[in-house]
C-alpha cells in the first residue's frame, strides 16, 4: 500500500467503482463496523448476502461466514480480507470424522451449527445459528433423534432449554470458553445491580448466572432496553461499540477472563481482517471463495432449510 494512501477515501472510492457491498459481524473492530454496509449477526449477514444485489460482497467476519454468502450468492464475487480467519469450532469438526460419526448414528438427523466447514454443512441436514436455533429445534418432531454439533455449549444449552438429549459434538468456541467465572463473580460484587448477558457459546459455569442469553444480535437488543445503568457483556467484546453508539450514557463492560480484564476474549480469527487488509481484497479482489459447485449445492440444503424453518 503507497505510503500516504487514504484508506477510507479508497475503500470508498473502490466499493462504488466494483458495486460492492461490505458487510461486517460484531466482533470486528469499530473501524470495519462503521465502514461496513450492514453489521448483523450469523443469520442477518446470510439474509443479506442472499437478498443483495452487489456484484461483489466484501465479508469482514470468518470464513465460514464468507462461504456461506457463496453458497447463497453463487453468482457473485465474495472476498474475504484473510483467508486465515476460521473459527476453533469449525477446527474442531473435521468433515472425515462428522461423516464417520453420523453413520454411527444413522437414526439421528444433523442439526449443525452454521460454524462449520462448507463440507460439514453438506452432511447435514438443518444449520441453525444461534439467533435461530430455538425457533427451529421447536419444529423438530419429539420422537425424533439428533445429532449436535460442532458447539457442545450451544448444544448443552439448547438441550436443557427445551428438556431434550441430543448427541453432542464435542467443540468448544475458544473466546467464550475463556470467560472465567471466579472473575466474573468479582465483577458482579462490584456492580450488583448490573445484569450478565451471556452468548450460549459460554460454558454452563458463566450462562448460569446470565440474566439474558441470546446470539450478539439478541444480546444487543438487550442492551437497548434493560433497565440500569450498567451491563456486564459476555461475548467477544467488540459488540459493545454498537452499544456505546446506541447508548452512550450508559456503561458497558466485557465479561473479563482468568487474568481479570476481557483483552483474552478477542476472537483471534476475527482481529485478522483489518482495514488495510478491506482495502487491498476490494482492490484485487483476492482471496476469493470459491466453492466447488456440487458441494456447493449439497451445502445449501442444510441452510435453505435454516432460512425456511427460521423464516
Ligand atoms: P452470532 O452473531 O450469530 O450470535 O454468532 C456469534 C459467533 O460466534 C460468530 O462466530
Ligand atoms: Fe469462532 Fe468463537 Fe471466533 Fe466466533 S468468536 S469466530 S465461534 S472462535
Redesign the pocket.
Known amino acids: 500500500i503507497p505510503a500516504g494512501t487514504d484508506l477510507l477515501e479508497e475503500i470508498n472510492r473502490l466499493r462504488k467503482e466494483k458495486n460492492a457491498i461490505i458487510l461486517a459481524?460484531?466482533?470486528q473492530t469499530p473501524d470495519l463496523q462503521d465502514i461496513a454496509d450492514f453489521v448483523g449477526?450469523?443469520?442477518e449477514l446470510s439474509k443479506k448476502a442472499a437478498e443483495t444485489d452487489a456484484d461483489v460482497i466484501a465479508f469482514c467476519g470468518?470464513k465460514f461466514?464468507a462461504e456461506t454468502a457463496k453458497i447463497l450468492s453463487p453468482e457473485k464475487i465474495v472476498v474475504l480480507p484473510d483467508m486465515e480467519a476460521g473459527?476453533s469450532l469449525e477446527d474442531s469438526c473435521p468433515p472425515d470424522k462428522f461423516k464417520a460419526f453420523r453413520e454411527r448414528h444413522p437414526d439421528h438427523i444433523a442439526l449443525t451449527y452454521?460454524?462449520c466447514s462448507t463440507e460439514v454443512k453438506a452432511l447435514s441436514d438443518i444449520i441453525v445459528?444461534?439467533?435461530s436455533a430455538e425457533t427451529i429445534l421447536s419444529q423438530i418432531p419429539e420422537d425424533q433423534k439428533i445429532i449436535f454439533g460442532p458447539d457442545r455449549h450451544l448444544g448443552g444449552y439448547l438441550s436443557r432449554k427445551f428438556n431434550r438429549e441430543m448427541l453432542l459434538w464435542p467443540g468448544v468456541?475458544i473466546?467464550h470458553e475463556a470467560f472465567s467465572e471466579k472473575e466474573l463473580l468479582k465483577l458482579k460484587q462490584q456492580h450488583p445491580d448490573a445484569p450478565i448477558a451471556a452468548?450460549p457459546?459460554c460454558p454452563p459455569h458463566i450462562i448460569d448466572h446470565a440474566d439474558f442469553v441470546g446470539?450478539?444480535?439478541?444480546i444487543l437488543n438487550f442492551a437497548k432496553t434493560f433497565e440500569g445503568d450498567t451491563l456486564i457483556v459476555a461475548?467477544?467484546p467488540h459488540i459493545i461499540h454498537q452499544m456505546e453508539k446506541a447508548l452512550p450514557e450508559k456503561t458497558f463492560i466485557g465479561a473479563p477472563g482468568a487474568d481479570g480484564n476481557c483483552a483474552c476474549n478477542i476472537?483471534p480469527y476475527m482481529a485478522l481482517n483489518t482495514m488495510e487488509k478491506l482495502y487491498l481484497c476490494l482492490r484485487d479482489l483476492e482471496p476469493r471463495i470459491e466453492i466447488e459447485e456440487q458441494l456447493r449445492l449439497d451445502a445449501k440444503k442444510s441452510l435453505d432449510r435454516m432460512l425456511e424453518m427460521a423464516a
Do not use: K
Open positions: 459481524h460484531y466482533y449477526d450469523s443469520l470468518v461466514m473459527c452454521i460454524n445459528t444461534s439467533s468456541c473466546v452468548h457459546e446470539s450478539t444480535s439478541g461475548t467477544e476472537c
